[in-house]
């Protein structure tokens, strides 16, 4: 499910998780999300984006998400999932969560694993406020699995690093993969024009008048 035009970057393999080979591949761009009640493997390339990987163990469910926050400011005072921003990563999760549950997961049963968030734009490069948004998506995700009450089963967050991960709907486990130097600023270079696409689609949907 793609809602993006960001450039395509395809995550380079990490050794192979479990299912690989026997399971269809979904390959993950910044927007999108993919949701299963079968076997998959779903993999994706993070830089200051997240991916939630969340899974019902008891119905076998998964679902997985990219996304990030696009805002020209961020409060460190203000709890993430409250502001302008968080709107839009609670839209992120809860479609994920609402596939999941279309194909028979228990809200209840729900477990997470959590991952990117990397502060990967070189210090000399900060002209805007886009050298924070990993750590506002680090503390977004955090907030909204507590807020919900949905056990984070396993994080790998923030760093300075990339990484390419592949969830695996067999067992639950999650492949990383840290990718840094050229790839590094690659990503980079694609997350900073998705989060300027992000902040240009929400100043122009504030800006359009409320129909009554």
């Excluded at 991916?51 to 993430?80: E, I, K, Q, T, W």
């Excluded at 477990?111 to 000399?124: H, P, Y």
Aim: some cysteine.
């Amino acid at each position: 499910m793609r809602s993006s035009a960001v450039p395509k970057l395809r995550p380079p393999a990490p050794k192979a998780p479990p299912g690989a080979g026997r399971a269809p591949e979904v390959n993950l761009h910044p927007g999108d999300h993919h949701v299963a009640a079968g076997p998959v493997v779903i993999r994706t390339l993070l830089g200051s984006c997240i991916s939630a990987c969340l899974y019902d163990p008891v119905r076998r469910v998964v679902g997985m998400n990219h996304f990030l926050l696009g805002n020209r400011r961020y409060a460190r005072d203000l709890r993430v999932t409250l502001s302008e921003a968080g709107r839009y990563g609670i839209h992120a999760m809860e479609l994920v969560i609402n596939g999941m549950l279309a194909l028979g997961a228990r809200r209840e049963n729900l477990r997470a694993k959590a991952f990117g968030g990397g502060a990967v734009l070189e210090s000399g490069d900060r002209a805007d406020n886009f050298f924070c948004v990993g750590d506002v998506n680090r503390r977004f995700v955090l907030e909204f699995l507590k807020n919900e009450d949905i056990p984070l089963v396993a994080s790998d967050l923030g760093g300075d690093s990339g990484r390419v991960i592949y969830f695996s709907s067999e067992d639950y486990s999650v492949h990383v993969r840290r990718i840094g130097g050229r790839a590094r600023r690659q990503l980079a270079r694609r997350d900073h024009r998705f989060w300027q696409e992000k902040i240009r689609a929400q100043e122009q949907l504030a800006a359009e008048p409320e129909l009554w």
